[in-house]
C-alpha cells in the first residue's frame, strides 16, 4: 500500500531507529486477521529476533524454519527449512538479540539469514535459495562465524563473531550463552550479486554488534576493549576502559574519522534526515 512502512531489521533499519517510516497506521486499530502457521516459536523469555516486514510480506523465524506470510490476510506464501535455527534462543535467561543482534534481515527482493560460518539469501517471493555466502576467515586463519547482520544500499554487511567472549554474569545456570555471540573481531561488506568482499575493518579491540549502525552512507561503530566482568557471575562490574566512536564510508570502508572522549555505549543510531 502507497505509504506503509517497513520493519527489515532487528531495530527497524540498519541504522537502529526503532521507527518505521509508515503513514497509514493510526488509531482505533483492531484485529486484521488471526493465523496458525504451524510453525513451533521460542520462549519469549529468550528474547529471540522479531519478526520483519517488507513491500505487504511479513517474515516469522521459528525453531526451524522462516515462514513468510501475506501481511493483509494472513495466507502463508512459503517456508524455509532451517532446523534448529533458534534453538539458542529457546531458553530462559538469555541475553538474545539484545545483545547478539538479529540473525536475519530484508532488502529490496531477499531475505539474508547468518548461520555458523554462513549466510543464506533466499528469494522474498518464492521462497527459495539464491546464493550463500560463507564468512571471511579469522585473523588466525581458521573458518570466521558469522556475527552481525545487515543489508544497505546494495551492500550485505556481516562481522567475524569472537566465540570465545561469551556473557554470563547475569543468568542463572539454566541460561546457555554458548551460541548467543556478542562481540566481534571485523567488520565486513559483501557484493551480494558477486560474493566478493568489499571491504574489511578490523578492530583494534572488539565490536559490540548493537553500536553497528548504517545511515546515510556512513558506518558508525564502537571500537572498544572487552568488558571481561562479561564472563563472570559474581555481577560486580569493574571500570573499563572507554572505547573510540569510528565512523566509515559504508561504500569503501574508508575511515572518516573517530572519537575517543568519553565513548561507552550498546546501541547506536543515525538520523540520516537529520545528519546526527
Not at 502463508?76 to 532446523?83: A, D, G, T, V
Not at 545487515?150 to 567472549?165: E, M, R, V, W
Not at 539454566?174 to 578492530?203: C, H
Request: glycine share 12%.
Amino acid at each position: 500500500l502507497d505509504g506503509a512502512g517497513d520493519w527489515t531489521h532487528q531495530y527497524s533499519n540498519p541504522a537502529n531507529t526503532t521507527c518505521s517510516d509508515d503513514q497509514l497506521v493510526k488509531g482505533p486499530l483492531g484485529m486484521l486477521w488471526f493465523s496458525d502457521l504451524g510453525q513451533e516459536m521460542t520462549s519469549r523469555h529468550g528474547r529471540a529476533p522479531s519478526p520483519l516486514y517488507s513491500q505487504g510480506v511479513l517474515f516469522s523465524e521459528g525453531l526451524d524454519s522462516l515462514v513468510a506470510v501475506d501481511a493483509y490476510n494472513g495466507t502463508k506464501l512459503w517456508e524455509y527449512s532451517l532446523p534448529g535455527i533458534l534453538r539458542p534462543y529457546h531458553g530462559d535467561d538469555l541475553m538474545g538479540t539484545s545483545g547478539t543482534g538479529s540473525n536475519y534481515c530484508v532488502s529490496e527482493d531477499s531475505v539474508y539469514v547468518r548461520r555458523d560460518d554462513h549466510c543464506l539469501r533466499i528469494d522474498i517471493k518464492t521462497g527459495k535459495l539464491i546464493k550463500k555466502f560463507t564468512a571471511p576467515k579469522a585473523a588466525n586463519g581458521k573458518p570466521g562465524t558469522w556475527g552481525y547482520i545487515a543489508f544497505a544500499d546494495g551492500q550485505l554487511f556481516g562481522s567475524l563473531a569472537n566465540p570465545k567472549h561469551v556473557v554470563t554474569y547475569r543468568y542463572r545456570p539454566g541460561g546457555d550463552m554458548k551460541k548467543q555471540l556478542t562481540e566481534s573481531t571485523s567488520l565486513f561488506a559483501i557484493n551480494p550479486d558477486s560474493g566478493k568482499v568489499d571491504w574489511r575493518y578490523d578492530a583494534k579491540d572488539a565490536l559490540r554488534h548493537n553500536t553497528i549502525a548504517i545511515g546515510g552512507g556512513n558506518v558508525l561503530l564502537i571500537d572498544r576493549p572487552l568488558a571481561m566482568y562479561d564472563q563472570k557471575r559474581d555481577g560486580k562490574p569493574k571500570g573499563e576502559r572507554p572505547g573510540r566512536l569510528v565512523a566509515l564510508y559504508a561504500k569503501t570502508g574508508e575511515k572518516m574519522w573517530e572519537e575517543e572522549k568519553d565513548i561507552y555505549g550498546t546501541v547506536n543510531a543515525i538520523s540520516a534526515d537529520h545528519g546526527v
